[in-house]
C-alpha cells in the first residue's frame, strides 16, 4: 500500500508527458507482427508443399513471436507512451519481464534448433525424416521452449525484488540476472548456432561437387551409348518389324563381339530374319530401377532452394538483437558506463522489429510462402476489374 502510494506521489510530482509517435508506431508494429505471422502459420498448416519438418520449427518461430505482439508489446507500448514512468505495479513489471525474456529466448532457441535440425538433414540425410516431425525433432522443439522458460524463471521467483527498487520503472534490477540471461539466450546459442550453418554449408558444398561428377559420369555414358548406336548398320533398308538392335544383358552374361552379316551383297527378306540380331551390352552403364531415388532427388532440390532463406532470417534476428544485448550487458556490468535511455529504447524498438521482419524475409526469399500469401491476399481483398 505505502509503495502504490509513493508512486502515486511521485507520478503527481512528475510532469505529465505523452509520447504519441510511440503509440503510433507501436500499434503498426503490433498489427504487422501479428498479421505477418499469422499468415505464416496458416500457409504451413493449409498448403501441403510447405508441410516440411523445418517449416514446423519456421512455425514454433512465427508462434514466439506472435506471443511476443499479444503479451509484451502492449504493455511495452503504453511505458513509451508514458515516457517510460511505469504506472502499473511491480508484479505486472515481472509479469512482463518474465514473458519478455521467455520469448525473445525461445525466439533464437527456435533458430538454435532449425539450424541443428538443417545440419542433421545435410550431413546425415538417411537418418532425417523430411515429411513428419520425428521424437528428434519433437524433443528439439520441446527443448526450445523449456530452455527458455528456464532462463527466465528466476524473474518469476522474485530476483527483480531487489532492496531499493523503483516501482516508476519496469526493467530487469539484478545485473548478476541480466548477466546471466544475456549469455544463456544470446552469447552462447548465436556461437553455436553460426559454427553449424557454417558447417551444413560447407556439407552442401561438398554435396554438390558430388552431384556434378555424378552428372558428368552420366552425361559420358550416354555418349558412349550414342557412339555405340552410330557404330550399328542403317535401319532404314530393314523391313518392319525390326528386331531389337540394343539389348541390355543380365551381369552374369558374358560379353559378346558385335558381329554383322557381310555387305558384299544386298540382303534379301529372308536372310535377314534368319541372320543373328547383333548385340551390344554396356556393362559400364547402370541402370537404377528404384523410383523413389527421382523423388528423393526433388525433395533435397526443394529443401536446399528453401535452405537459403534461414541465413538471411539469422543474419537479420543477429542485426535487430546484438545491439540490445551489447548494451545490456554493458550497462549492468561497466557501471561507470552512461548509456543514454533513448539510445536504450532504440535498441529495444529494433529489437522487436525483428518479428516483423521474419515473415517479409518468407515472401521474398521463399517461392511457396510467397505464392501463398499472394492467394491469401487475393481471396481477401479480390481485385476488382
Not at 508494429?29 to 514446423?56: D, H, P, Q, R, W
Not at 552442401?204 to 561428377?213: D, F, I, S, V
Request: net charge positive.
Amino acid at each position: 500500500m505505502s509503495a502504490n502510494l509513493s508512486v502515486a506521489a511521485e507520478l503527481e510530482a512528475a510532469p505529465a508527458g505523452h509520447n504519441l509517435p510511440a503509440l503510433v508506431l507501436g500499434v503498426l508494429l503490433i498489427v504487422v507482427i501479428i498479421c505477418g505471422n499469422l499468415m505464416v502459420c496458416l500457409s504451413v498448416f493449409t498448403e501441403k508443399a510447405l508441410k516440411t519438418t523445418t517449416n514446423y520449427f519456421i512455425v514454433s518461430l512465427a508462434v514466439a513471436d506472435l506471443m511476443l505482439a499479444v503479451l509484451v508489446l502492449p504493455l511495452f507500448v503504453y511505458a513509451e507512451f508514458q515516457d517510460g514512468v511505469w504506472t502499473l505495479g511491480t508484479n505486472i513489471c515481472d509479469a512482463l519481464m518474465t514473458m519478455d525474456v521467455m520469448l525473445c529466448t525461445a525466439s533464437i532457441f527456435n533458430l538454435c534448433a532449425i539450424s541443428i535440425d538443417r545440419f542433421i538433414a545435410v550431413l546425415i540425410p538417411l537418418n532425417y525424416n523430411r515429411k513428419h516431425v520425428d521424437l528428434r525433432q519433437a524433443v528439439l522443439l520441446s527443448a526450445t521452449w523449456i530452455l527458455a522458460l528456464a532462463v527466465a524463471s528466476p524473474i518469476i521467483f522474485g530476483i527483480n525484488n531487489v532492496p531499493g527498487r523503483d516501482p516508476t520503472e519496469c526493467k530487469l534490477e539484478s545485473d548478476d540476472y541480466i548477466l546471466y540471461s544475456s549469455v544463456c539466450s544470446f552469447f552462447i546459442p548465436c556461437p553455436i548456432m553460426l559454427m553449424l550453418y557454417c558447417g551444413m554449408f560447407h556439407g552442401l558444398r561438398r554435396w554438390e561437387e558430388a552431384r556434378k561428377a555424378k552428372l558428368k559420369n552420366s552425361i559420358q555414358a550416354c555418349r558412349k551409348l550414342q557412339e555405340a548406336a552410330a557404330s550399328l548398320p542403317p535401319l532404314a533398308s530393314l523391313p518392319p518389324p525390326l528386331p531389337p538392335i540394343i539389348e541390355r544383358e543380365s551381369p552374369d552374361t558374358p560379353e559378346e563381339t558385335l558381329a554383322f552379316p557381310s555387305s558384299d551383297r544386298p540382303l534379301h527378306s529372308s536372310e535377314l530374319m534368319d541372320a543373328p540380331v547383333p548385340t551390344v551390352s554396356f556393362t559400364g552403364i547402370k541402370f537404377n530401377p528404384d523410383p523413389h531415388r527421382r523423388k528423393r532427388a526433388k525433395i533435397n532440390s526443394r529443401e536446399r532452394k528453401a535452405m537459403k532463406v534461414l541465413p538471411v532470417v539469422v543474419g537479420t534476428f543477429l542485426f535487430c538483437w546484438t545491439p540490445f544485448f551489447v548494451l545490456h550487458t554493458m550497462r549492468a556490468r561497466c557501471q561507470g558506463c552512461y548509456i543514454p535511455p533513448a539510445l536504450m529504447s532504440v535498441v529495444t524498438w529494433l529489437g522487436y522489429v525483428n518479428s516483423a521482419l521474419n515473415p517479409v524475409i518468407y515472401t521474398v526469399f521463399n517461392t511457396e510462402f510467397r505464392k501463398f500469401f499472394k492467394k491469401l491476399l487475393n481471396s481477401c481483398c479480390p481485385m476488382t476489374h
